[in-house]
């Protein structure tokens, strides 16, 4: 069989349902896609335009980020560690800071770090999403793209809820992109109303799209509805607002009764471990999730909440968490941390068939990593290795269907000097309005 | 004035008493000490041999990590997430496969990791202390190496407590070394009994030194001692075991009460965020030892319990862990966070006057960082940057004592080829073993 590149000599990471590991294996890839899957004894069996050797590293599957807000880079380590950060820092401080021009050179930065950390697919929730979606298809990273909705005046949209016709206007533009799927993001509860959460659910379910948003993360919003309707969650249901295209960052106040309605409504959870943690929130009862069939990935949440965007991050604080949430050791194997930092974050963004694993079939997305390294070797268990040990300097090489996003020289699609420059400057210029909106909230 | 170096340009981050930074700023070293530190605009009152310009690079003192297990890097991704691991793999594994030689070659290795990440000055537990003493030599490491004592026979010593007479040897050889604090290291209340604990106080204390050992770490341990004395606390309390000399590490069954007799007696924590919860223990109260005023010190823990070895990933982890105890996103802000990596761990050693901290007078124990890559910049507070956003990558060069042990060429003092090969000869020799154990206690 012939295809266009094979990467060969690796230690191959499948993720797939038998959990394969080829050792020593390879890829070999033609077009956007993975052709085969297989030990090196197989390798022979394909003819290759160009094959890459990757010398004993490990080849796996890229990370979903199934949560971030990547453009809030411009306001990374502002107003840390202060209660009630949202409605007395964050929503003035994107009120007065938050223009086209800052999303297009923070969403461009902030993806840096994460392809150079390994991730090849991020779920985004902001404003101006089409600056992002351009930045997606620089840096070329898939993406899931959620226009933010409001009920108040939001940066890129003056009326009430005006994210929904912004939204629809990006969707347009760029619906059936092979990197980019766009979609609305509803920001949460206390922010859209019910009845803008059934239109936001009408509209793309009759596109097919997923919608994003906040659920069960603060107290007040706990408080709130567990005393109209026992939960956040019953609230929803109650309003018919659980949906299996309904993507729920956080979902950190559910009680057992929740987490059965949870699956049973098909929506899926993007848990945000290392940003609920900073948030001083309860733990997400992820594992008790993924039991009871709920699609489930990982993700940093934006670079003021998280703040580092690498996936190393929260592949192995997940399965910290759950173990100190059962107080047991064995809750939530490495094995499971790995998946739902791969392809269970596909699986919640409705892109379980397109990439997460390495299957034929599937889109080349995948990552090449040095796992000789001193901070992994020696490996013993793949899993626990990638899970517990490894760190973004570890991520080699990047391949978004099957196209070289970054490598050992640095992104192929972004000017990084240049990237740093802008950065700086919407630094020097954001600096006074962050200084001053922090004096007014300690 | 004069000095020998003078590290310029810098934003200088000094953990001193009054969180002075200067950025720019420098720092003056003379011999293997810390002469001055002060603005740039106080720059030229110093006549210097050699200068380095920081580029306006973060300078902070280097981490201390106070409580980890170096040689076990041999066994890194081993056993895991597997209940009574200690008891059930480890003890046979380290019985059938620790020798001199593995710990000569993997204490080596895991320096690498952990003093290019930034670590000038770590806290060891573990067998053949005195092989871990020559690779930090070689690593020009500071530390405090506590040869351990068990009750029953160790890799060192065939006799039950024979680790005390083989630490009394190495104490012998090594007391008075510039950077090595020799000492014993009891390994917990469940493996010394109360004889040989009061035996190892009265030669630490007499020596001056301090004495390591595992505390309220373990459930059956907490069962035992809660049962019979109320608390493992108590326990030790009671039997007159616990001074000013005694670093507890873990310490995670503590009660209110507790939280007053630890900070009554004098001893200090090494608190193990990573590793507890990879352990599914409950959540050490470690900010309320601190504001009970316990000198608390970071740590990674050993290689199969963190398992990474840069502080890194225990500095952001402390404060998030704490604000999920307290559910109060203001509990140790970021500022604590860096302080107990850094000055807090030192404390914790008994090396409060030695590093931890810029000051003059102190050995010149610092990091230069790039805080302007993608993942940390930009900053608008350095203490958030450190804690919750700096990676390993993002250390530039480690000095300890003035000296540089680790630039962007690597290791100065540790020929890293070669390490590596002898860990992966390490690794073979082990995996056949390690699998065999698996297989038995899974």
Request: glycine share 10%; proline share 5%.
């Amino acid at each position: 069989m012939t295809c266009d590149l094979v990467v060969e000599n690796a230690a191959v990471l499948t993720l797939d349902a038998e959990w394969r590991v080829h050792e020593p294996g390879f890829v070999a890839v033609r077009g956007d896609a993975i052709a085969g899957v297989g030990p090196m004894a197989e390798r022979d069996d394909w003819e290759a335009a160009s094959a890459v050797d990757a010398g004993g590293r490990l080849l796996m599957p890229g990370f979903v980020n199934a949560h971030t807000h990547v453009a809030m880079a411009a306001f990374r380590s502002a107003g840390e560690d202060m209660r009630d950060r949202l409605g007395r820092y964050l929503f003035p401080l994107e009120k007065r800071l938050v223009t086209r021009e800052l999303v297009r050179a923070a969403s461009r930065y902030c993806l840096v770090e994460m392809a150079s950390s390994g991730t090849t697919t991020f779920a985004d929730m902001y404003y101006f999403e089409d600056e992002v979606a351009k930045s997606a298809k620089e840096a070329g990273l898939r993406c899931v793209l959620g226009e933010t909705v409001v009920d108040f005046p939001a940066p890129d949209a003056p009326e009430p809820y005006g994210g929904i016709a912004y939204g629809l206007r990006f969707i347009g533009e760029w619906l059936g992109d092979e990197l980019v799927t766009p979609c609305l993001a509803p920001h949460a509860t206390y922010t859209v109303g019910p009845d803008r959460l059934r239109e936001i659910r009408r509209v793309s379910e009759g596109k097919g799209l997923p919608a994003l948003m906040h659920i069960a993360e603060t107290a007040p919003e706990n408080a709130r509805f567990r005393a109209s309707h026992g939960s956040v969650i019953r609230y929803l249901r109650s309003e018919g607002l659980l949906y299996p295209g309904l993507v729920g960052a956080h979902m950190v106040y559910l009680d057992d009764d929740d987490i059965g309605i949870v699956a049973e409504s098909g929506m899926s959870v993007a848990h945000c471990p290392a940003s609920n943690a900073k948030s001083g929130r309860p733990i997400c009862p992820a594992g008790a999730l993924s039991e009871a069939g709920v699609r489930l990935g990982l993700a940093t949440d934006g670079p003021i909440s998280g703040n580092g965007m690498d996936m190393q991050g929260v592949v192995g604080l997940f399965p910290k968490m759950q173990k100190v949430l059962a107080l047991d050791r064995e809750a939530v194997p490495a094995r499971d941390a790995v998946r739902a930092a791969t392809l269970g974050g596909a699986e919640a963004l409705g892109l379980g068939s397109v990439t997460g694993s390495l299957e034929p079939g599937k889109k080349a997305d995948m990552i090449l990593v040095d796992a000789d390294a001193f901070n992994m070797a020696p490996v013993y268990d793949w899993y626990a290795a990638v899970a517990y040990a490894m760190r973004p300097h570890n991520v080699d090489t990047v391949f978004v269907g099957g196209r070289v996003v970054k490598d050992g020289a640095g992104m192929r699609g972004v000017d990084e000097a240049a990237a740093k420059a802008d950065m700086r400057a919407i630094a020097a210029s954001c600096s006074g309005v962050i200084a001053e909106l922090e004096r007014g909230t300690r």
